[in-house]
């Protein structure tokens, strides 16, 4: 108990710094609104960096005794003094911003992040569509489904090329045009793992992927291929899951087993595209 006040001044160290950077970053927010819709890349990854460091927090705070008990016995470092304890890495100017967005981190409160969006099921997708072809093995096959057929659309999307339903290639352009306008240098970093994969969900029987009916696309930063299932995912990816969301894609962060290089549309958008005689 002796070690309490000492992990509340922690926290109160933590929170401060985190408190004061959002405060100030929302108030220049609304300065700039007038400007037009681009906000600084520095100023939007330092924003993501603080939201893993409060979720970091919160799964250290079981050990927070112990750790605090071994800082009392270590000596101090007179050079860690000099250093910024809100600067996660070396600077953020210049090309170091972009190399940002490829850092791993943790996914905050990653079962939420998709509130007010419904996943496309399999179940759902069959009843508005129909199979996208009559038969469905483990591997990409083309699509059958004549309906759907008419649909695809192969072109450049912003910084990828899909091959996926009209509705959903105007949506995503939509995402892109807003993602360049607002922070280019995750523009420029954005990679694709593909969309249209007309096949069943691995190790299912006959459960239906979202890639098979050209709603789905993986994305990544740089190339480089999220780990499956671990909870953490690129910040890149974090940032423009936002972008995504608004628009009215479900991020895969959520699921079960963390997918989260995998956006596909909503129930909700697609319900929406059914009424207003899109699809």
Not at 134 to 158: A, I, R
Not at 168 to 185: G, I, L, N, P
Not at 196 to 209: D, M
Request: charge should be negative; aromatic fraction near 8%; glycine fraction near 8%.
């Amino acid at each position: 108990m002796r070690l309490l006040p000492a992990i509340i001044l922690a926290i109160a160290i933590v929170l401060a710094p985190v408190i004061w950077f959002v405060g100030s970053f929302f108030m220049a927010s609304g300065n700039d609104s007038m400007n037009g819709p681009a906000v600084d890349s520095g100023a939007r990854i330092e924003i993501e960096i603080l939201r893993q460091q409060m979720e970091d927090l919160q799964f250290r705070l079981g050990t927070v005794e112990e750790e605090l008990s071994q800082l009392q016995r270590a000596p101090i470092d007179p050079s860690y003094m000099e250093q910024d304890p809100n600067a996660p890495f070396e600077s953020i100017n210049g090309n170091q911003i972009a190399d940002s967005y490829a850092q791993v981190v943790l996914i905050a409160s990653r079962r939420k992040i998709n509130e007010g969006l419904s996943v496309s099921s399999p179940r759902f997708l069959l009843e508005m569509f129909g199979p996208p072809r009559e038969e469905l093995s483990d591997d990409c096959e083309p699509m059958t489904n004549p309906k759907l057929k008419d649909l695809l659309v192969l072109g450049d999307v912003g910084p990828i090329r899909v091959n996926m339903l009209r509705p959903a290639v105007d949506s995503m352009r939509r995402v892109f045009e807003r993602v360049q306008q607002t922070d280019v240098d995750l523009y420029n970093r954005i990679s694709t793992a593909g969309a249209l994969c007309v096949r069943r969900i691995r190790g299912s029987q006959n459960a239906v992927s979202t890639h098979a009916f050209g709603l789905a696309v993986d994305l990544n930063i740089d190339g480089v291929l999220d780990t499956l299932g671990d909870g953490k995912t690129q910040l890149g990816l974090t940032i423009l899951s936002d972008f995504f969301q608004e628009e009215g894609w479900f991020w895969g962060a959520s699921f079960g087993r963390e997918d989260s290089m995998h956006f596909e549309v909503s129930q909700e958008l697609i319900s929406r595209w059914r009424s207003a005689g899109e699809i």
